[in-house]
């Protein structure tokens, strides 16, 4: 089983929708990141995480909201998805005090009609 | 705020040949850590080489090394031997070690096409 583990892997919805996003990890690890990733633009932070009393703003934060329920669940909603939300969303998790690699979950790509 | 620029979108080697992937970034900071991450189509993120800015020693593992040129800001990545299986996006990510946001920044890859 993967260390860092996303649901939905693929979802379609529509305009309007309320869409969440789930992260759970093995690893053990205080810190979570969520990551949008688009064609030719590279991976973007959205929020992060040190532990569940500290949730922070990423670089695209607007129009999305997290929760860490659990020092291994962290999940990312989408109150009311639009068309320029449709992109790969990544879950990553980093161990604190090391060399900052990051630990990837396998991607959940969200499309929004 | 850090900045990673990959100037090359796409790259294309002969499969056994060796390819330099480049990176720049913006920094004023004197500790940092870089990174080379490999996309493959699967769309797993695979941590393929890291350096820590206080080395002077470039980073290699296995066929992947690194030319870390710290004045010039400067992380650019060279395949050798290439192989069928190294085709993927690759990805250049800088993180602090100072203050500010946490996490890693990313470059906006290269697509590297290795042609048989």
């Known amino acids: 089983d993967a260390d860092v583990t996303q649901t939905p892997r693929n979802r379609i919805t529509k305009t309007g929708k309320r869409i969440m996003l789930e992260c759970s990890q093995t690893?053990?690890?205080?810190?979570m990141y969520w990551y949008r990733q688009d064609p030719g633009l590279g991976l973007r932070l959205i929020y992060y995480?040190?532990?569940?009393?500290?949730?922070n703003k990423g670089e695209i934060s607007d129009g999305y909201s997290v929760s860490r329920q659990a020092q291994a669940k962290f999940s990312l909603s989408l109150e009311s998805a639009i068309p320029n939300q449709t992109a790969l969303y990544f879950c990553?998790?980093?161990?604190?005090?090391?060399?900052?690699?990051?630990?990837f979950g396998e991607g959940s790509r969200l499309t929004v009609l | 705020a850090q900045t990673v620029t990959q100037s090359q979108p796409e790259m294309s080697v002969q499969e056994a040949e060796t390819v330099t992937l480049s990176c720049t970034y913006d920094?004023?900071?004197?500790?940092?850590?870089l990174f080379w991450y490999k996309q493959p189509p699967s769309r797993q993120m695979i941590l393929v080489i890291r350096?820590?800015?206080?080395?002077?020693q470039n980073a290699t593992e296995n066929r992947f090394s690194v030319n870390f040129q710290k004045a010039a800001k400067s992380f650019s990545l060279k395949i050798s031997d290439s192989q069928l299986g190294d085709a993927a996006m690759y990805f250049c990510?800088?993180?602090?070690?100072?203050?500010?946001?946490?996490?890693?920044?990313f470059g906006k890859g290269t697509h590297l096409i290795i042609q048989p």
């Open positions: 990553a998790t980093r161990e604190q005090g090391f060399t900052g690699e990051l630990f």
């Open positions: 690893k053990g690890h205080d810190r």
């Open positions: 995480s040190f532990d569940v009393k500290d949730i």
């Open positions: 920094t004023s900071e004197s500790d940092y850590y």
């Open positions: 350096q820590e800015a206080y080395k002077q």
């Open positions: 990510a800088y993180r602090s070690m100072g203050g500010g946001a946490d996490g890693l920044t």
